[in-house]
């Protein structure tokens, strides 16, 4: 009889609760690692192509790898947040065709979790700004894969455990979502993946060209056409 095993892994970068305001305000963000939110008070704004998800309180949000979005606060916003990369040993992600922000009701053991996760790995908050642009660089992310790198194995398999536990809450919506039209293609869906899941690796535009049979400077205008970042600042 086949077992079925776990495929994938994460590393964490970032873990902070932080309490935001009106500068919280910062379009076309789209990420190489997942966001994952829990709101405790006040409320704010994600928004894309797709639609609007209102951020209040007693909520967690994912935004998984590369899903364009706008993040916004118009007043103040109480949040808890999680970044974190995906590793998978058969190279497709958990939300390999499921792009999309989910929405799901907080409960006491998700909310212990994440203070659990803060207790055990200090000094992952964002101390240059919360500003995406100044702090998704790949010199700040081996910072933290060096963190990663010194956890004991009892804090990094407990690491694990909490981020596959509060991942799972959002995974039925994933089983049950509906097939939806969009404007980024298959071949640049497989793409996306493909970058996700070899961030360690020293990527080439030709390299990412060939995956996708396409001329690389067509490729690299299309890429930042549909993902408003430029495929050779990724690369």
């Known amino acids: 009889m086949a077992r079925r095993v776990i495929q994938n892994s994460f590393s964490l970068l970032n873990v902070d609760r932080v309490r935001l305001d009106k500068k919280w305000n910062y379009k076309n963000v789209i990420s190489p690692y997942y966001r994952l939110y829990y709101i405790d008070e006040g409320r704010g704004l994600i928004s894309n192509g797709e639609g609007k998800w209102v951020l209040e309180r007693g909520y967690m949000y994912l935004i998984p790898a ?5 993040l916004h606060c118009e007043k103040y916003l109480g949040q808890y947040f999680i ?17 999309k922000i989910y929405k799901v009701k907080a409960n006491n053991r998700d909310i212990s979790m994440q203070n659990r996760l803060l207790e055990i790995n200090p000094g992952r908050r964002i101390n ?3 500003n995406p642009k100044d702090y998704e660089k790949n010199i700040h992310y081996q910072e933290y894969e060096a963190l990663n790198n010194k956890q004991s194995m009892s804090v990094f398999y407990e690491t694990q455990g909490i981020l596959f536990q509060l991942l799972s ?28 899941l070899n961030l360690k690796k020293n ?6 060209a060939r995956i996708v049979n396409q001329h690389p400077d067509y490729m690299s205008r299309m890429f930042q056409k549909l993902t408003a970042i430029s495929c050779w600042s990724r690369t």
């Open 66 to 70: 590369f899903t364009l979005c706008d």
């Open 128 to 130: 240059r700004s919360d």
């Open 169 to 196: 809450r959002f995974l039925s919506s994933v089983n049950n979502a509906e097939p939806r039209h969009s404007a980024v293609t298959p071949k640049l869906i497989d793409l996306l993946g493909y970058i996700q």
């Open 83 to 99: 970044h974190f990369f995906e590793d998978s040993g058969n190279g497709i992600s958990v939300f390999n065709n499921n792009r």
């Open 203 to 208: 990527l080439t535009v030709a390299e990412l």
